[in-house]
């Protein structure tokens, strides 16, 4: 039973459309935030990032949630090839950074290879136009621990290093999402 409430609960945000306000052409917020890099917390700066390449912005509703695994595992398998690509990526969410030092690290998921920021507060998903639901009372992630907080849309903005929007991608299945994502960035090359 409640693997079908978990496989329910991470479905539901892979059917949710992208109602993100930034759009191509768009200038992306910049902002600062503490990330995790397997399992190492450090300050990230969406600035700093635009001046080596493209940059994949992905918001995600929560570390360890269905979706959410599949999403960061993918980005972590296919991570060469956004950085043969020119490009870094950054996960969003508004899990704590002790959730993320988990998640970055786990072999499952991130493995070492996949940063993720820090938006307890939602500001940063609400500057892109990302739509934040309230969390459910009691909702736990797979791996059965409460996740206490709300949920960012699933989104990704590929920002060029001039700070423009190039592409803004949602609406579709977590794995479809990376896969766009990297086609995006192979064309800016």
Not at 122 to 144: N, P, W
């Amino acid at each position: 039973m409640k693997n079908i409430l978990l496989g329910l609960f991470g479905a539901s945000f892979i059917a949710l459309p992208a109602l993100a306000a930034l759009e191509t052409g768009d200038t992306a917020p910049v902002f600062e935030a503490r990330a995790s890099l397997a399992g190492a917390p450090f300050d990230y700066s969406l600035r700093d990032a635009l001046d080596k390449g493209p940059v994949v912005v992905y918001f995600y509703p929560s570390a360890y949630t269905q979706g959410c695994n599949i999403q960061a595992h993918e980005f972590a398998v296919n991570m060469d090839k956004f950085i043969e690509a020119g490009a870094s990526v950054i996960g969003v969410s508004l899990d704590s950074i002790e959730r993320l030092n988990d998640f970055s690290a786990d072999p499952e998921y991130c493995a070492g290879k996949l940063a993720v920021a820090s938006d307890a507060s939602g500001t940063i998903a609400e500057s892109f136009g990302i739509a934040v639901r309230e969390g459910s009372a009691g909702a736990k992630d797979s791996r059965g621990v409460e996740i206490g907080h709300g949920f960012a849309e699933r989104t990704t903005f590929i920002v060029t290093p001039d700070g423009k929007v190039a592409e803004t991608i949602g609406g579709i299945s977590p794995m479809e999402n990376v896969h766009k994502s990297l086609e995006a960035v192979q064309r800016i090359k």
